[in-house]
């Protein structure tokens, strides 16, 4: 199964990637947790993704499709995979599909005004990678024991360029996936769990 997963920083694609995972098991390939891994291991790819991420910014698209090809190519990837955060933009939808082949593109669909408030109450491990929503529950330490962060690019100026980025570009994501015929739109849930119901009903119906 190849899947796209896409929709509002903040939507929640991250957390359905993992439950994706979690129960079909093939891997969550999300160019951000890529490109943040290269800047923590300070790679010359990292250096250059730096200054786009730290400022809401995307990457040159050529840069990032190159980077998605070479990890598709992966043996990991060659019973399906989970896209998240790509594509970004129409240019990289088109190039997507001109070399593999992708089952469905499935659009987390969320309230604008929602997705504000979701990043700035995200926290991460920077160790597991697990996702925390602390709107509700204030927590400092993952359940792996490590310290919880924010991240850089979910601070409010950047938060708000990154929504920018998205509704510039979503339309034509979204038209483009539907002429394919391959879109699939889910509402995003109270809960990830909720989401994922939706989620995979789509993915057992293929
Ligand atoms: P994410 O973790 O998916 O929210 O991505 C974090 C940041 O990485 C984005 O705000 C962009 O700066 C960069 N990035 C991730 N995926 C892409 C992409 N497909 N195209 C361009 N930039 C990207």
Request: proline content about 3%; glycine content about 6%.
């Amino acid at each position: 199964m190849n899947i796209v997963l896409f929709g509002a920083p903040g939507c929640g694609k991250g957390s359905q990637a993992k439950l994706i995972t979690a129960k079909y098991g093939i891997p969550q390939i999300s160019t951000g947790d890529i490109l943040r891994s290269e800047i923590s291991k300070n790679t010359e790819l990292g250096n250059i993704a730096g200054k786009y991420i730290n400022n809401g910014l995307l990457l040159p698209d050529d840069l990032v499709i190159e980077l998605v090809k070479k990890t598709l190519q992966q043996p990991n990837c060659q019973n399906g995979f989970i896209l998240d955060g790509f594509p970004r933009t129409l240019n990289q939808a088109q190039r997507l599909l001109e070399f593999i082949n992708i089952d469905v593109a499935i659009l987390i669909d969320v309230n604008i005004n929602e997705v504000e408030r979701r990043a700035l109450y995200r926290r991460i491990c920077p160790v597991c990678g697990k996702i925390y929503n602390i709107s509700n529950k204030y927590i400092e330490i993952c359940e792996c024991g490590n310290k919880l962060i924010q991240r850089e690019d979910d601070k409010l100026e950047v938060v708000r360029h990154r929504i920018e980025k998205y509704l510039a570009n979503s339309e034509d994501i979204i038209e483009f996936f539907k002429e394919r015929k391959i879109l699939a739109t889910v509402l995003s849930g109270e809960t990830p769990e909720e989401t994922f119901v939706s989620v995979d009903k789509i993915l057992s119906e293929l």
